[in-house]
């Protein structure tokens, strides 16, 4: 959609919701107004447009946010600071995704768990809020979701914040060690980039986590579901980069139930030992129902995993 006309010398107002229509925005933060605003400066020549200097902090926009309040261009959402809906018309079909305000206050983290096997299809739960995991080092090797670099050359990136609700959903935040927060991509479902775990990572973290995906029998059900949508490379790639045994044997032992085969997975089974902690689920007591090839207690509902979900 192309809202300036190229008679006219463009306003700032103007170009920042040009670009925020490009990608479906509708959502827009301060921290996005300033690269955004500092894009079409570099862009659009002086005589093209009716603002002069090179915006350099989020409070050189305050002015213009105010303007654009009172035109009726964007409203506050909230309570947070600086972070607006856009209510141009383009903007006016249905209601803001609280994925979008996610990752406005905290650019750097990733929708995982259940909130990643919902997003992959991989079960049929309806989450009651988002689970979003963040590198402990607060920006990790990310950059601001939706930006370049060179967006940043001269002017910090922004803080975060970690809202306990977004439009009235629950948000568990999960603290992870930096050198752990990894399989994470970005998808475009809705026009502008959302960040999930990988589906690999997702199924992994199910299996150290269940009780962040649903349960167990969620989790067992998932890895049947993806079976045909796994990548074995990127999935034992991730695991070996955790280097946590009993997480190797429980791999292990699913991808053989479901049929998976990798040479580095048969090179587990022979590291894995019978011990203390050498069960499927850690939270749970130990089951008499035991696998002796990856010496295991099977304290869940395995047999999930031979049957058959469409």
């Not at 809906?85 to 209601?95: D, F, S």
């Not at 607060?138 to 950059?143: F, N």
């Not at 980039?193 to 029998?217: F, H, K, N």
């Amino acid at each position: 959609m192309k809202i300036i006309n190229s008679a006219m010398r463009a306003t700032s107002s103007l170009a920042l919701l040009e670009q925020l229509a490009s990608e479906q925005r509708r959502v827009l933060s301060g921290w996005r107004g300033l690269v955004l605003l500092r894009r079409s400066t570099y862009a659009i020549p002086p005589h093209e447009r009716r603002w002069e200097h090179l915006p350099q902090d989020v409070l050189d926009l305050t002015p213009l946010f105010r303007q654009m309040q009172r035109r009726g261009e964007i409203r506050p959402v909230g309570k947070f600071p600086r972070l607006y809906e856009v209510t141009v018309p383009y903007a006016r079909q249905g209601y803001i995704d609280e994925r979008e305000i996610l990752f406005e206050l905290n650019p750097y983290s990733a929708l995982s768990h259940l909130s990643a096997l919902t997003f992959h299809g991989l079960t049929d739960d309806l989450p009651k809020g988002l689970v979003v995991s963040v590198s402990a080092d607060t920006y990790g090797a990310m950059r601001p979701i939706g930006t370049r670099p060179s967006d940043w050359d001269g002017i910090p990136q922004p803080s975060v914040r970690k809202p306990a609700q977004i439009l009235g959903s629950p948000v568990q935040w999960r603290r992870v060690q930096p050198e752990r927060f990894f399989g994470v991509a970005e998808y475009q479902p809705l026009g502008y980039p959302l960040r999930y775990t990988t589906i690999e990572r997702t199924l992994i973290d199910g299996l150290q986590e269940p009780d962040l995906s649903g349960g167990i029998a969620n989790v067992l059900r998932a890895w049947v579901l993806a079976r045909n949508r796994i990548n074995i490379d990127v999935l034992v790639h991730d695991a070996e980069r955790f280097d946590v045994g009993i997480l190797r044997q429980r791999i292990g032992y699913v991808l053989d139930q479901i049929g998976l085969r990798h040479q580095i997975v048969d090179q587990w089974r022979e590291l894995s030992k019978r011990g203390g902690s050498s069960r499927l689920v850690a939270s749970e007591p130990f089951a008499p129902n035991f696998d002796e090839r990856w010496n295991l207690s099977l304290n869940a509902p395995v047999n999930i995993l031979h049957e058959k979900f469409t």
